[in-house]
């Protein structure tokens, strides 16, 4: 049963840092494309950024592009999401999911694509 589990999330005043872990379990990462999403309360589910299979093609969400780095270790079969200055309004709990990759630089934003979730871990940014 193919599973991806988060870590990293937390409590980080507005400025800080905080990176977010994506472990998958049950597959090889290396041949599915990576996705991260966000929902706070009362929105819809967001797309963050998203990897394709060789981390060669990545895309992010006009909000947190130039804030937020997303990365992968198909060695280590994890994904990271750097998230530098952190904004209240980046509050939010975090998921990675994943898909089959169709093509080598498939980098998908719309959770619709992925089939493999998480459960999710809370990002909270406060003072």
């Known amino acids: 049963q193919p599973q991806v589990v988060e870590s990293g999330g937390g409590l980080v005043q507005p400025g800080g840092s905080l990176r977010l872990s994506c472990a998958a379990s049950?597959?090889?990462?290396?041949?599915?494309?990576i996705g991260w999403f966000r929902q706070a309360p009362g929105k819809e589910r967001e797309g963050v950024s998203c990897?394709?299979?060789?981390?060669?093609?990545?895309k992010y969400a006009d909000s947190v592009n130039g804030r937020f780095t997303i990365s992968r270790d198909n060695a280590e079969n994890t994904v990271y999401l750097q998230m530098n200055s952190l904004k209240p309004e980046d509050t939010a709990v975090y998921y990675c999911?994943?898909?089959?990759?169709?093509?080598?630089?498939?980098?998908?934003?719309?959770?619709?694509?992925?089939?493999?979730w998480g459960q999710g871990t809370q990002v909270t940014v406060s003072s």
């Open positions: 990897i394709s299979m060789s981390g060669g093609s990545t």
């Open positions: 999911a994943a898909v089959i990759a169709g093509f080598r630089d498939m980098c998908l934003m719309s959770p619709n694509e992925y089939h493999v």
């Open positions: 049950g597959f090889a990462l290396a041949v599915y494309a």
